[in-house]
Structure formats: C-alpha cells, structure tokens
C-alpha cells in the first residue's frame, strides 16, 4: 500500500473514531464529500471535532473558516493537506 493510501486509510478511521460515525472506514470514498448535500452528512460540531484531530493527530492547523472548507472537503483534500503540512507530498 502506498502512503498515500495508507494515509487516506488512516484518515478514514480517524473520522470513524473521533465522530463516531456509523460506517465503517472502507466505506467512505476518497472523494466524497464530508459536508453538504449527497456528502458523508457531517455538521459544524463535526467540523470542530475534527480540526482538533487533525492538528492533534497530524499537526495540521486550520487557521481560518476558508481554509477548512476547503481542506475538509474530503479525504483527498485532507490527505494533500496533510502531506503538504508534513512535507510528504
């Protein structure tokens, strides 16, 4: 598995466990939505439990509202975010 795969993997699980969602990781679709109509279904609560976990877990602060629609659009866009923070791209 890449690293790149292996990091979506691991994002992915990280949404399960700290949202508590009710799907497994290997359902949710690298380019699927998080937010939104036809999207994964998650909220503003969501939104902040999840940029504490992602500077917690990887470092990344999310410094503005613009920046976190646009990193938390989706996996990948978390992934390339997070790559691009820990200078794995």
Same mark, same amino acid.
């Given at each position: 598995?890449?690293? !790149?795969?292996?990091? =979506?993997?691991?994002? =992915? ?6 949202l508590?969602? =009710? ?15 036809? +999207?994964?279904?998650?909220d +503003?609560v ?9 500077? =917690? ?15 938390l659009?989706?996996?990948? !866009? ?7 923070? +820990?200078?794995?791209?």
């Amino acid at each position: 598995m890449s690293n !790149s795969a292996e990091l =979506k993997l691991d994002i =992915k699980r990280m949404l399960v466990d700290n949202l508590m969602l =009710k799907i497994g990781a290997e359902e949710i679709g690298d380019d699927q939505a998080l937010f939104g109509p036809g +999207s994964l279904g998650l909220d +503003s609560v969501d939104a902040l439990q999840l940029v504490v976990a992602l500077e =917690k877990n990887y470092g990344l602060k999310i410094p503005d509202a613009a920046q976190a629609r646009t990193i938390l659009h989706s996996v990948n !866009s978390i992934a390339a975010a997070v790559a691009q923070a +820990s200078g794995r791209n």
